[in-house]
């Protein structure tokens, strides 16, 4: 896992979201994104853009989070790529789930478009401490 973090391939089908999301976290962030509105476009871009961090909306049509990270995990180039899941659903029980999948945690939705940022880095910080 690179030390620092600077590149985020981010899967969401929401367009609202997405739009969101991609300000905070590159305009206010400054980390360079690679969008996809799908888990298939993911899959498909993800190995050339060579991402430090996978964020992943967990409820998807066609491929939701987790399967889209398994077929990313297929791929040499993401074996190893940490995740952070996005979702609504943050009961223990789900979360425990999505960590048991790999995740380094779970940002809740609805997140603040002003803290989406720092929350993913503190999420890289702390597991990278």
């Known amino acids: 896992m ?3 973090l600077s590149t985020i391939l981010y899967v969401e089908d929401e367009p609202d979201i997405r739009t969101v999301a ?12 690679r969008v ?9 871009a993800g190995p050339a853009f060579k991402p430090d961090l996978l964020l992943l909306d967990v409820m998807m049509p066609g491929m939701d989070g987790p399967t ?9 180039a993401l074996k190893e790529t940490p995740v952070i899941f996005m979702t ?25 478009p002003m803290t989406l940022a720092d929350q993913v880095r ?8």
């Open 2 to 4: 690179p030390l620092a």
């Open 22 to 33: 991609r300000l905070a976290l590159e305009t206010v962030g400054g980390f360079t994104l």
């Open 36 to 44: 996809c509105g799908s888990g298939e476009e993911a899959v498909e």
């Open 68 to 76: 889209t990270l398994a077929a990313l995990r297929e791929n040499p």
């Open 88 to 112: 609504a659903k943050v009961q223990p029980s789900e979360i425990q789930r999505y960590r048991d999948l790999g995740a380094l945690d779970v940002i809740a939705k609805p997140f603040d």
């Open 122 to 129: 503190n999420i890289w910080k702390r597991v990278n401490a």
